[in-house]
């Protein structure tokens, strides 16, 4: 038995790693050109979902959303999932009805093929560099300027212990939509580390639950009320999580 779940586990990962790539690579005139420009975002967003669609299908996952609001399409958000697995950005990808980009690790940069799009269409982050963090503000206040959402897990990494239910939030999510008075979107991934989470052999096939909970609104904040806002957001998902957990 163990013998047929390890090949099971080392067949399924390798599935999943090729079919990230062999997705990538019929389209890859296409990803260039809608990569060079930010005009052309809108369009590189659609194939992203398409493509995030195609490997949660293959891989056996079926994403069943919970909303509690509904989006403006006219205004913009500060969205902020829980982060557990490396699924995470393909179940935003899948359940976002309209284009955000993400606030992501420079260390995603080095995968073959996906790190260099990676890097061409999101905000990268070097947390071990003062200036990239710097930079990282600006360029996200640009996209929110025009118009677009912006997706950052607030945990800014993984949970090294698979047992933590969720880490410490950074405040940088918060501090942006303060700024910009925009709401943040609370997002809770129940089920992620349970599929796909870091641990090579362990996972499944299954359910993806997720539930976009009721925006929280920062109209008239300063960044006086940033902590109480990052740990209002947090309480919030931490709670709901846990409140899962028990069901």
């Known amino acids: 038995?163990?013998?047929?779940?390890?090949?099971?586990?080392?067949?399924?990962?390798?599935?999943?790693?090729?079919?990230?790539?062999?997705?990538?690579?019929?389209?890859?005139?296409?990803?260039?050109?809608?990569?060079?420009?930010?005009?052309?975002?809108?369009?590189?967003?659609?194939?992203a979902k398409a493509w995030a669609n195609t490997v949660l299908f293959v891989m056996g996952f079926k994403i069943n959303l919970e909303q509690e609001q509904l989006f403006d399409p006219t205004k913009s958000y500060m969205l902020c999932p829980n982060h557990t697995s490396m699924i995470d950005i393909m179940v935003m990808l899948s359940v976002a009805k309209y284009p955000f980009v993400f606030v992501g690790k420079a260390e995603l940069t080095k995968i073959p093929i996906f790190g260099f799009f990676y890097k061409r269409t999101?905000?990268?982050?070097?947390?071990?560099?003062?200036?990239?963090?710097?930079?990282?503000?600006?360029?996200?206040?640009?996209?929110?300027?025009?118009?677009?959402?912006?997706?950052?897990?607030?945990?800014?990494?993984?949970?090294?212990?698979?047992?933590?239910?969720?880490?410490?939030?950074?405040?940088?999510?918060?501090?942006?939509?303060?700024?910009?008075?925009?709401?943040?979107?609370?997002?809770?991934?129940?089920?992620?580390?349970?599929?796909?989470?870091?641990?090579?052999?362990?996972?499944?096939?299954?359910?993806?639950r997720v539930k976009i909970h009721k925006f929280i609104y920062t109209e008239g904040l300063t960044l006086k009320d940033c902590d109480a806002l990052k740990d209002k957001t947090f309480n919030l998902i931490y709670n709901d999580l846990l409140l899962k957990q028990k069901n």
Request: proline content about 6%.
């Open 1 to 47: 038995m163990k013998v047929f779940k390890t090949v099971f586990y080392i067949v399924w990962r390798c599935w999943f790693y090729g079919w990230v790539l062999f997705t990538m690579l019929p389209v890859l005139p296409i990803l260039l050109i809608v990569t060079s420009t930010e005009k052309l975002y809108p369009v590189f967003f659609k194939i």
């Open 122 to 208: 999101c905000i990268i982050v070097d947390r071990n560099n003062s200036k990239s963090r710097t930079a990282v503000f600006n360029e996200a206040r640009a996209r929110l300027s025009n118009g677009l959402d912006v997706c950052i897990f607030p945990e800014g990494l993984v949970p090294d212990d698979e047992t933590v239910v969720l880490s410490e939030f950074k405040k940088g999510a918060f501090r942006l939509a303060i700024e910009h008075q925009i709401p943040i979107v609370p997002i809770s991934f129940y089920d992620c580390k349970k599929r796909f989470s870091y641990t090579f052999f362990s996972g499944g096939p299954g359910k993806l």
